[in-house]
């Protein structure tokens, strides 16, 4: 597991989550092959996950880097946390984030804290159930953080004010 933060153009920050090595066995020996799973964001509340694959790290990075730009989806946050509890699944795994007063900090494991510092959240309480892969953990945060809505935005769905 690697905690590279990076500093790409746009103002994008970028970090690599996992780091997997495959190996196909060819005539010569083994032939080697690098994934990388990497999560992208700006700091203030664009954020989302790349993968990319290569024959060696730094170019799979790079491709996972470029995928991840692509497809950057806004969350709504609250200050410095979320608005409200929210829960987030991916294939075995669920992630639960709970809203932190000031100065709590990111409580999270490596995948979850990943994605919510590349989100610009920097109070913020998580508790992961279930499968500990980093692939599914990534995914299930920024599934949850992609159901997250502001007062606002739920006064106007329902027509009411709260």
Not at 93 to 117: F, H, M, N, Q
Not at 149 to 161: C, D
């Amino acid at each position: 597991m690697s905690d590279n933060n990076h500093e790409s153009g746009e103002g994008l920050t970028d970090k690599v989550v996992k780091i997997r090595r495959c190996a196909a066995v060819v005539k010569g020996g083994r032939r080697f092959s690098f994934t990388a799973l990497v999560v992208v964001g700006d700091g203030k509340g664009k954020v989302a996950w790349g993968y990319g694959k290569a024959n060696e790290v730094p170019p799979a990075v790079n491709k996972a880097v470029q995928d991840g730009t692509r497809k950057l989806a806004s969350v709504c946050l609250d200050n410095s946390t979320i608005p409200h509890v929210v829960e987030g699944r991916f294939g075995a795994s669920r992630v639960k984030l709970v809203p932190a007063g000031p100065g709590t900090g990111v409580i999270a494991g490596a995948a979850v804290r990943a994605v919510c510092e590349a989100a610009g959240i920097s109070d913020i309480l998580t508790k992961s159930y279930g499968s500990p892969n980093p692939t599914n953990l990534v995914k299930a945060t920024i599934d949850a953080l992609s159901q997250l809505r502001s007062k606002s935005q739920i006064e106007n769905l329902r027509g009411v004010k709260l």
